[in-house]
T-cell receptor, first 113, second 110 residues
């Protein structure tokens, strides 16, 4: 039971390049999330998927797109990377219910030069 | 969702109880209090949550004041591995979004 996995762990992009961050969970959770965390700050929600087939914007969606490929997988795409998108990206998943306890992946450290 | 206020940093001696305060004076009746921690830039880890009653699990205890305007997370016997940033978050249970502040950096000293 791997929990939430993310690939890649590290990535360096040049301004204007595109890339997709991958996330998968094996806990059969309905909901999945993408966050970014800048140095010394808390996490900010980019997009979330309450259930398979749905996606919604979070606090900071500009410059990103997402795809809920199936119940297990939720990907985040940067179409034209900018230095302001240099950050650590975390994927999380949760089950519905009163707990909404979120389980997080190890993160992807992205640098845009 | 209501905002929270936490001290930026705290120290605690190893083996002692660590008490982390959180103010959430604008909390509304349907908002829960959640605690997460983040150890050295790893993915955050859920600790505990509660509505109005005190809660305890294998990791910690959560004490919520009667007026629900503040809470305290208690780690009963802190170890060096409890050194982390601790986040207090309030949220409406039906709202998928967690609003994260800067948290409290807890340093456990030998």
């Amino acid at each position: 039971n791997a929990g939430v996995t993310q690939t890649p762990k590290f990535q360096v992009l040049k301004t204007g390049q595109s890339m997709t961050l991958q996330c998968a969970q094996d806990m059969n959770h309905n909901s999945m999330y993408w966050y970014r965390q800048d140095p010394g700050m808390g996490l900010r929600l980019i997009y979330y998927s309450a259930s398979e087939g749905t996606t919604d914007k979070g606090e900071v969606p500009n410059g990103y797109n997402v795809s809920r490929l199936n119940k297990r997988e939720f990907s985040l795409r940067l179409e034209s990377a900018a230095p302001s998108q240099t950050s650590v990206y975390f994927c999380a998943s949760s089950e519905r219910g009163t707990s909404y306890e979120q389980y997080f992946g190890p993160g992807t450290r992205l640098t845009v030069t | 969702d209501a905002k929270t206020t936490q001290p930026p940093s705290m120290d605690c001696a190893e083996g002692r109880a660590a008490n982390l305060p959180c103010n959430h004076s604008t909390i509304s009746g349907n908002e829960y209090v959640y605690w997460y921690r983040q150890i050295h830039s790893q993915g955050p880890q859920y600790i505990i949550h509660g509505l109005k009653n005190n809660e305890t699990n294998e990791m910690a205890s959560l004490i919520i004041t009667e007026d629900r305007k503040s809470s305290t997370l208690i780690l009963p016997h802190a170890t060096l591995r409890d050194t982390a940033v601790y986040y207090c978050i309030v949220r409406v249970v039906s709202n998928y979004q967690l609003i994260w502040g800067a948290g409290t950096k807890l340093i456990i000293k030998p």
